[in-house]
């Protein structure tokens, strides 16, 4: 997804959800904790900002981009608090099905392929 972001701005910002938001959203714990997201984004993507989004910020926080990129999979959810006076374009990238980091990280702590 973030090739694709890459290919449509000048300057990404990547958002990495907080581990708190994930157990809210999802029940249950992140499968890559925060801090290895971040750090794993930063080393990936040394020319963009990375930020971690761990709340619902107010809406001058969203008005400083042109446009928000959303995974496909989020259409038509509030997951992301984006608020409806939003300025710019929200843009839906295609979901990847059939990836899930929960069995990316099973294999790498097990060896096991699900």
Known sequence: MIEQC??????LTIGVISDD?????????????EKYRYMLLDILYPHCD????NGKPDKSFYN???VIFVSSALRGKK??????DYKGNVVY????????STSIRHN???????
């Not at 997951?79 to 409806?84: G, H, R, V």
């Not at 790498?108 to 699900?114: A, K, P, R």
């Open 6 to 11: 890459l290919t449509m701005c000048e300057c």
């Open 21 to 33: 938001i994930i157990r809210e959203r999802k029940k249950h714990e992140p499968a890559v904790f």
């Open 50 to 53: 990375v930020i971690l989004f």
């Open 64 to 66: 400083q981009f042109d």
């Open 79 to 84: 997951f992301y608090f984006i608020p409806d």
């Open 93 to 100: 990238i295609l979901y990847t099905e059939g990836i899930s």
């Open 108 to 114: 790498l702590i097990f060896g096991m392929v699900f």
